[in-house]
């Protein structure tokens, strides 16, 4: 994985707890700035995908709030962290922000402590559902990447040891990185991690600065005997001619590199490609090639987002078909790895 390795570190004065200090401390060379607010940043040098690359932001996050899901989980915890160093064309964190740094939630225990009152008012035992037949699922990654957030300090890891411990609850994430730190965690079964996986030569146009697709392919064995229950995210999934020959390739792929007693547990989901008018204008003035795949208006209908923006996603009939000839593909070359969803 890409070291991060910012050149500035912006923290609110309620971040400087010992996981605070001590993030100061990983990036001696760093600048550091207080500010008053972690959501609020002074202007900083460098494009949108610099910054990302450049800042860290050290921030107490104050909003403790489980909210549904339903799809990856049954409930998205609240953040450990917002903002990658990655900067995939299609991403969504990065929509609604003018620059997206990492902020690292620094109150760890205190997100946890949400999570444990929250899991402790659902009625128990669990109905099962797609998300796990037993516990509750929270998904701890839905603002950042989990495997970089772990490269900057310890609150991965003490969330992977809260879920390991918790009687109800069960950790999940995606992600496109791959940390081997993360394979001394001991996660017991109790930490689901989701590879994002797309066909090569889409992944190399789109999924910027994130591990390669080979990495990905190569770790999830790895990832499988150290403790982890192991699943697939194909997403997104972004149609153009010849789509499903390269989806075939890579379920061919994962076919060759899981495991056959992973085989018995791996499942996967499917998100088509949803798309966003100001970041596509970004885009083009720094991944024109990428948007040439993922944007195409005469296959696309534009959406209200709920923030505001205008979203764009496959147009309904057409997306139909399109997810029935990817279950098809995926009974034909992967039928061993089930759909939990796909929309
Ligand atoms: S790795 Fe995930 S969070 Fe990071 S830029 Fe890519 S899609 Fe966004």
Redesign the pocket.
Known sequence: MQTFDPSIILYTPDALNARGKQALLAYPQAAQQEIKQHNRLPALEGNHYQI?SNALVLGRLKTLVCRESGRSSDFIAPSLAN??????A?????RNKAVNPITLFTNTEEILRAVDKHVHQQAWPKVPNQTHARFYTYDIGC???VS?DASISDSVQTAVAFFREHPKAFATF????VNPELLTYDPQGKTRIRF?LLPKRVSKLV????DSLEKRLAAIADFYQAGYEVHVNFSPVIVYKGWLDDYRELFEQLNQVVPPQLKQTMDCEVIFLTHNQGQHELNLAINPRAEELIWAPNIQETKQSQFGGINVRYQYQRKAVWIHEFRQLQQEVIPWCTIRYIF
């Open positions: 990302k903002g990658c160093m990655g900067a995939c299609y991403c969504y964190v990065d603002n950042s990447d970089v995606a992600t496109k990185f994002s999924d910027v600065r994130t």
